[in-house]
């Protein structure tokens, strides 16, 4: 049984195994959590992501998919990126949200992480509502067949926490 506990606050002052960083494709950084991230996880993180991007994911990492990669300089081991999809009201992408949640969980079981912490994927810039976002984060990860013992959900304001805290009751 994974235990899921909310947090308000900034993701980059976790202490877990893991942080998930809501990235985009080109791993090379942005706005929102991604920009947070790297200001404070430091310029190791964007080189790891520099790596990768010439090993494996020169097209870009897609949609959906994760990989970890060196935390820097955070209070944790690893940050594991994860492409959310833009919200899009005339398809259903709900598929690829919960993605990011399973994928991001495979890839913490295989580094061997047993504390995550997540944002809430897609519901800044790429426009997911947070009250449809919550519902596919928890549910997925309720339903994640994963050795990670605890998932943290950190919500960066009060309205994303509250409405986490009844998606969980
Ligand atoms: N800690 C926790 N949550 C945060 C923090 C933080 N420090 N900062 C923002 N949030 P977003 P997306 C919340 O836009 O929608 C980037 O430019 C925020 O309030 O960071 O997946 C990437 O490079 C929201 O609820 O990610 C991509 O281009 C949630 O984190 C694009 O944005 C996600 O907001 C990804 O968009």
Known sequence: MTAIELVQGDI????????????????LGGGGVDGAIHRRG?????????KLR??????GLPTGQ?????????????????????????EDRSGLLASCYRESLRVADELGARTVAFPAISTGVYGWPM?????????????????V??????LFDRQAYEMF???LR
């Open 12 to 27: 980059t002052r976790e202490s877990v195994d893991a942080i998930v960083n809501a990235a985009n494709s080109s791993l």
């Open 42 to 50: 430091g310029p190791a993180i964007l080189e790891d992501c520099r």
């Open 54 to 59: 010439a090993s494996h994911y020169g097209k």
């Open 66 to 90: 994760a990989v970890a990669t060196t935390a820097g300089n955070l209070d944790a081991r690893w940050v594991i990126h994860t492409v959310g999809p833009v919200y899009s009201a005339t």
């Open 131 to 147: 009250d449809d976002g919550d519902r596919i984060a928890v549910e997925t990860v309720r339903s994640a067949d994963t050795a």
């Open 149 to 154: 013992e605890e998932v943290r959900f950190v």
């Open 165 to 167: 805290s009844q998606q």
